[in-house]
């Protein structure tokens, strides 16, 4: 599967190495008005798996101005019951339809016998579940026809016995698929909180040169029952200090990367998020500078 890419009839359509953000219906017409603030838009796949109606017309003038990334949440990649055929038919018939440079889906399950569930939900890290992902991986790029890129979870809970550290399972879910990876930062520092590790060794250990996309999003403040420090992957709010931080080490590793602005819940106005946007092209820049001139040392 490693020479897989999408086809686009715009030809080499890719995303830049920019900011972007989620596009919300909200900002429609805000975004048509003026001028190009962001570098791409990426959208959830599942919203736009009807016929039509204001959101395919609202997504096509979109998709005329600016590339998309196409982000799964409802394939269920890690459960062990087969993928639901007709929900790949739909992801085929959107990327035949919108031509995005790049999709992508999360390690994690989301469903359960005949039902879905409404959480993406961690796996253990065994054989046995490296096998389910990798053959699911494969199903999804040979029905799509694209190498799909795979985002690192947020976790909250930790199977005990889990046998493969995440980067390494992540590592060989590449080696066997020839699948990209999506490094999204903030689920990094959530989990390094929640489970006590450090975010900065993580990133060391990650594979970065399969990755083609970066998330940043903002997190909430919460606590177990125990006391201890909680942190819920939220999508409601500014990315924090300590996301920016593991941010640019991450730029000064891999180099200017598609990175995408995740807010999601209590979306601001457009003004604002496009701010947030040009702190993200901003911090990319000096970070990678930096890099180069650490390298160059």
């Known amino acids: 599967m490693t020479g897989l890419k999408l086809a686009s009839a715009r030809g080499a359509d890719t995303l830049p190495r920019r900011a972007g953000v989620g596009f919300k219906p909200e900002h429609f017409a805000a975004i048509l008005a003026g001028p190009r603030e962001v570098g791409f838009f990426e959208v959830h796949a599942e919203t736009y798996m009807g016929d039509g109606g204001p959101p395919h017309r609202r997504l096509e003038a979109i998709r005329a101005r600016y590339?998309?990334?196409?982000?799964?949440?409802?394939?269920?990649?890690?459960?062990?019951?087969?993928?639901?055929?007709?929900?790949?038919?739909?992801?085929?018939?959107?990327?035949?339809?919108?031509?995005?440079?790049?999709?992508?889906?999360?390690?994690?399950?989301?469903?359960?016998?005949?039902?879905?569930?409404?959480?993406?939900l961690p796996?253990?890290?065994?054989?046995?579940?490296?096998?389910?992902?990798?053959?699911?991986?494969?199903?999804?790029?040979?029905?799509?026809?694209?190498?799909?890129?795979?985002?690192?979870?947020?976790?909250?809970?930790?199977?005990?016995?889990?046998?493969?550290?995440?980067?390494?399972?992540?590592?060989?879910?590449?080696?066997?698929?020839?699948?990209?990876?999506?490094?999204?930062?903030?689920?990094?520092?959530?989990?390094?909180?929640?489970?006590?590790?450090?975010?900065?060794?993580?990133?060391?250990?990650?594979?970065?040169?399969?990755?083609?996309?970066?998330?940043?999003?903002?997190?909430?403040?919460?606590?177990?029952?125990?006391?201890?420090?909680?942190?819920?992957?939220?999508?409601?709010?500014?990315?924090?200090a300590t996301v920016w931080s593991l941010y640019e080490e991450t730029v000064r590793r891999l180099g200017p990367t598609p990175t995408l602005i995740e807010w999601d819940n209590d979306v601001p106005q457009w003004p604002i998020l496009a701010a947030e946007a040009r702190r993200a092209e901003t911090a990319m820049t000096r970070a990678a500078a930096w890099g180069a001139l650490r390298h160059a040392v």
């Open 67 to 120: 590339p998309l990334s196409l982000h799964g949440v409802g394939l269920s990649i890690g459960s062990p019951r087969p993928l639901d055929r007709d929900h790949l038919a739909r992801l085929k018939d959107l990327i035949r339809r919108y031509e995005p440079a790049q999709f992508s889906e999360h390690l994690a399950w989301s469903s359960h016998d005949e039902g879905f569930l409404a959480d993406l």
């Open 123 to 240: 796996l253990p890290y065994d054989d046995e579940t490296l096998a389910v992902v990798c053959r699911h991986i494969e199903e999804t790029q040979e029905t799509l026809a694209t190498r799909m890129l795979l985002e690192n979870p947020s976790t909250y809970v930790q199977f005990s016995d889990s046998a493969i550290a995440e980067t390494e399972f992540l590592a060989e879910v590449v080696r066997r698929t020839g699948c990209g990876l999506l490094l999204d930062v903030n689920n990094v520092f959530v989990s390094a909180t929640n489970h006590d590790f450090d975010p900065f060794a993580y990133l060391a250990a990650f594979p970065l040169r399969h990755v083609g996309e970066i998330h940043l999003a903002g997190y909430a403040d919460a606590t177990d029952d125990e006391g201890a420090p909680l942190l819920i992957d939220a999508h409601n709010s500014p990315v924090r």
